[in-house]
Structures are given as C-alpha cells and as structure tokens.
C-alpha cells in the first residue's frame, strides 16, 4: 500500500496541471511583495543620487559663477578707485594747485593696480562663458576694452609728477572724468546684477 503505483504519478501530474490561475495567486502574492519592495528601493536610491549628482552640479557652478563675479568686481573696482583719484587730481591741477603728495602717490598706485588686474576680467569672462552667461559674458569683455581704453587715455595726466609736465586740464577735465567714472560704476552694478540673476537660471536648469 505504501508503494507509488503509475496510477499515483498519473493522478498527481493531474492534480497539478488541473489548478488554476486563483491557485497560484497566494504564491504570486508573497513573491511579489519582496520584489515591489527590492524595486522601490532601487528607483528610490537611484533617484536620491542622481539628485544627490545634480545638486554637486548646481553647487560647483554657483560657485564658479560667484568667481566670475569675485573677478569681476576685482577689476572694475579698480577701475573706479582710478577714475575716483585721477578726478581728484585733476581738480587740483584746473584750479592751478599743487597736487598733494599722497594724492599724486595714491594716483599712481591706482593706475598701476589697473594693468595686472586685467587678467581678472579674462577670467571673470571665461568663467561666464564655460557656464554659458554669453551675454554678460560680452559685456565684461566690452567694459574692459572700453575701460582700458580710457584708462590709456589719461595715463599721461595720472603719471605725470609736477605741474610742469602734466597736459593741460580744465573744469571740463574733471566733469568728463567724473562723468566717465559714474557711468564705469553704473555700468558695473548692472553687470553684477545680471550674474547673480543668472544664478536663478542655473538651478532652473539642473533642477
């Protein structure tokens, strides 16, 4: 009786293919619990990373993005402190004063500090234009022509060392300088401005 006949294996073949789909569904339940579990944790670390890789994204060119700032303002503060003395300076010289030492020395201090930073503004526009800020890019490669060029301009006045050998200047001298001066610093500021309102463009775009 204990033996397994042919008629045993013929019925249990039957049994077995005989079940239906509601049969396996208890086996298909608990399987497949386990697996939800096992794919949710994958997408769920997956998309952790790749915000985890986005943000490093985001804080690598912030970063870069506040250098070409930090390079910026470097060279047109420069800028300004020159304009700024040279228009001290020439007042002196329209009203036929003697240029105080300390004045003419900071003056020439100011136009010297001017040439090494150049480099600056070459890097602030390299650094806009690898993060494609091609606009401001061009418009601090235009502020650094233009200011060199001025800078050129008056390089006589802001190195000459006694009355004798500096160009002649007048009240109009000193207006234009002032003038030029404010419209440096104005010209400045907007460009600072457009940087950091690039920054919301930055996170837009990697978010």
């Known amino acids: 009786m204990n033996e397994i006949t042919p008629d045993h294996i013929k019925l249990l073949v039957e049994a077995i293919t005989n079940k239906s789909i509601a049969d396996y569904i208890p086996i298909f339940l608990s399987s497949a619990a386990p697996l939800v579990a096992v794919g949710m944790s994958y997408f769920y670390f997956r998309k952790q990373h790749i915000q985890s890789a986005r943000g490093r994204v985001i804080e690598r060119e912030i970063d870069r993005l506040f250098e070409a700032a930090d390079h910026f303002f470097e060279y047109s503060d420069a800028i300004g402190l020159y304009l700024g003395m040279l228009a001290i300076k020439a007042d002196y010289l329209s009203n036929d004063k003697d240029v ?108």
């Open 100 to 207: 105080p030492p300390n004045v003419q020395k900071r003056t020439l201090e100011a136009t010297e500090n001017v040439f090494p930073l150049i480099n600056s503004a070459f890097k602030s526009e390299f650094f806009l234009r690898s993060l494609g800020a091609n606009e401001i890019a061009v418009k601090v490669d235009c502020y650094r022509e233009r200011s060199i060029h001025y800078r050129q301009q008056f390089l006589a006045l802001a190195k000459s060392n006694s009355e004798n050998d500096h160009p002649s200047v007048n009240s109009d001298t000193v207006t234009s300088i002032e003038s030029k001066r404010d419209e440096f610093i104005n010209e400045r500021n907007a460009i600072l401005l457009q940087i950091a309102a690039f920054k919301d463009r930055l996170i837009r775009d990697n978010a």
